[in-house]
């Protein structure tokens, strides 16, 4: 019975979870923060005498100093990007060199980019009018518009950092955040692609008009002189990725003896302040601003409430991800990590493959119990931390990067996306689709790409895995 306890106690987390969000709709960090007090309750006393409450609010303090002025920066450069008009010269772009012919691959391209730093809501906000204006001219292919736009936006709000959900992965999991940019980039764009197919598919077999949505308005479009250039409008999410894997490449040159030695092992005080996640996030806020100040020649008072709005809502995720961040520690302490070692003993050359579907398995679990892509990403990668951290990983590797075990995560959030899912009303009711409609459309769309990732992962982890 004892050796069986860890897994009692997990239980009881995973039902004080979703029982909060599902049954009593509480918001998900109260849900998270209770299960991981409630954890950290029911598991052994701490070894450096650390009262049971208190080990929770440090396992919160360490999750919030690594993933919180991120967090706060990207939903800056996100708000800045959308209001100086800059996420709107992107996306013209994209139109402008596809052609109307390929709309549905430019407004796909579009949310790929965009919801990088932007939330997905915010770019579907952003491109609907977008369709809706396509189909105006053209009388057909609505559904594939927004779908397109829901399949670029999708992928990399699940898979590319600095999104909460990916970030937070690539923090509990240990992955280094350029190497998850990266891969998740590689593991997204095969999957948007299928995406698209799967959309073409949809709009033939469903003839769906564009219907008029009363609480939506379609914002008046900028005219061409008031946006920014391209080269300005990419410079916030650039710069801050190119900074952050140039870190990245430069480790991995070194470890595998390549290039200039001297020289790279000479600039590395430096490359670790450039490649710094925070710091290029700061930049790259600096720039967002100084976008947003000379496109709408604000006030500084005016500028100041737009970044307290951004500040808002950020600061709701950075609640929730360092919640699900202090549950995985008190799952750790509760010594899961053993419990499950012990489950796969017989079976170790099988461990790496285990936990990429059991993290596919439980993501996708916890998505269609609660609905949030982002809490299913934090609560399985904080989960899994717990069982690796204290698993013998010397006797029982993985065999590949962590940064599969991220994407396959990743790509279990995209399953059975439904009507308990924020995402599912934000394209349900802004795009004018009945609920039938969205079901039929929306979830096999979500469900299509998700098995596609989790498919390119395991690829991935055999013929490069990094190792």
């Known amino acids: 019975m004892l050796e069986n306890y860890p897994f009692v106690i997990l239980g009881i987390g995973i039902a004080i979870v979703i029982g909060m969000i599902i049954f009593l709709r509480i918001n998900a960090f109260l849900a998270l923060i209770t299960a991981a007090m409630a954890v950290s309750l029911l598991g052994p006393e701490s070894a450096e005498g650390i009262n049971r409450m208190k080990r929770v609010a440090i396992a919160f303090g360490d999750s919030v100093s690594g993933i919180g002025i991120v967090i706060a920066l990207a939903a800056i450069i996100g708000k800045c990007m959308m209001d100086s008009g800059a996420a709107d010269r992107i996306v013209r772009t994209f139109l402008k060199a596809l052609g109307e012919k ?3 691959f430019a407004l796909m391209g579009s949310g790929f980019v965009l919801a990088v730093p932007v939330f997905f809501d915010t770019v579907f906000y952003l491109l609907i009018p977008l369709a809706r204006s396509l189909y105006r001219s053209t009388q057909r292919n609505y559904l594939l518009y927004i779908m397109a736009i829901a399949a670029g936006g999708a992928i990399t709000h699940t898979l590319v950092p600095p999104t909460p959900g990916p970030l937070a992965m690539a923090e509990y999991l240990g992955v280094d955040l350029g190497k998850m940019i990266f891969v998740g980039v590689l593991v997204a764009l095969p ?11 949809a709009n033939h077999l469903m003839d769906i008009p564009m219907r008029d949505v009363a609480e939506h308005k379609d914002p008046d479009p900028l005219e061409e002189h008031e946006l920014p250039s391209l080269i300005v409008s990419l410079l916030p999410i650039v710069l801050p990725v ?8 430069v480790n991995s040159l070194v470890d595998a003896q390549i290039g200039p030695q001297k020289f790279l092992t000479s600039i590395g005080p430096y490359k670790s302040i450039i490649g710094d996640a925070n710091f290029a996030l700061l930049i790259a806020t600096a720039i967002s601003l100084i976008i947003l100040f000379r496109q709408r020649s604000l006030t500084l008072l005016q500028l100041s409430a737009s970044v307290e709005q951004a500040l808002m809502s950020g600061g709701v995720i950075i609640l929730i991800t360092a919640g699900g961040g202090a549950f995985g520690k008190m799952l750790t302490v509760a010594q899961i990590g053993p419990a499950i070692e012990a489950m796969f003993s ?11 579907f059991l993290g596919f398995g439980i993501a996708a679990l916890l998505k269609v119990a609660q609905g949030s892509s982002t809490v299913a990403m934090i609560t399985t990668s904080a989960m899994l931390s717990a069982m690796l951290t204290t698993t013998n990983l010397e006797l029982n590797p993985l065999g590949f990067d962590p940064v599969y075990l991220a994407t396959a995560i990743g790509a279990g959030s995209l399953i059975g996306s439904w009507m308990n899912d924020s995402g599912f009303w934000i394209f349900c009711k802004m795009s004018g689709l009945t609920e039938a409609e969205a079901l039929k459309s929306w979830t096999p769309l979500l469900f299509v790409m ?6 390119t992962t395991i690829l991935l982890s055999i013929v490069w895995p990094m190792t």
């Open 191 to 201: 999957a948007a692609f299928v995406g698209i197919l799967y959309a073409k598919f």
């Open 242 to 249: 190119l900074m952050i894997t140039s870190n990245t490449l």
């Open 450 to 455: 998700g098995c596609t990732s989790m498919a």
């Open 102 to 104: 390929n709309a549905s």
């Open 346 to 356: 017989s079976d170790s050359g099988g461990t790496g493959l285990t936990f990429l």
